[in-house]
């Protein structure tokens, strides 16, 4: 097994309360429709909610094509405002357990987002992940779900 880590980072300056409506589109999985990079992968795209609407214990579940495959994400632990943690289940194409963190930190008049997730490879995965290192196979999707997050805060 090979640990990895990929962490992103943006800067958001949204209008009104930023920490509070960037901590919002991230502790609500409805939200994350509007931003999050993997939504467009499959227009037939299933989803289940199941839980409470937002925080700990909210669950959003996915099922699509080949690209968008099958999986699962649990709110964990939260800190409004401050943080989201969420447990990431992927089942297809291929079975890991991953942990995903968002932490918002007020920066001037915004907020800086960091977007972390941890995990390991095993088998296959671990030897592909030895020649396109995990940061760079999710780091430019990180990057574009980011910048989406930042226009739907600061354009609210």
Known sequence: MTAFTVTRS?????PAAPAETVYGLIADF???RL???W??????LHREY???SSGPGASYAWKGNRKAGAGRMTISAVEAGRSVDVDLEFIKP?????HVRFDIVP???GVEV???MTGETSGLFSLIGRIVPMDKFAGKDFEKGLAALKARAENR
């Open 94 to 98: 291929m079975s890991s357990h991953n």
């Open 114 to 116: 960091t977007w972390t």
């Open 39 to 44: 939504e467009d992968l499959d227009p037939q």
């Open 35 to 37: 931003w999050s990079p």
């Open 107 to 109: 920066s001037g008049a």
């Open 30 to 32: 409805h939200e994350w």
């Open 50 to 52: 199941t839980g409470p």
């Open 10 to 14: 943006t800067a958001i300056a949204a």
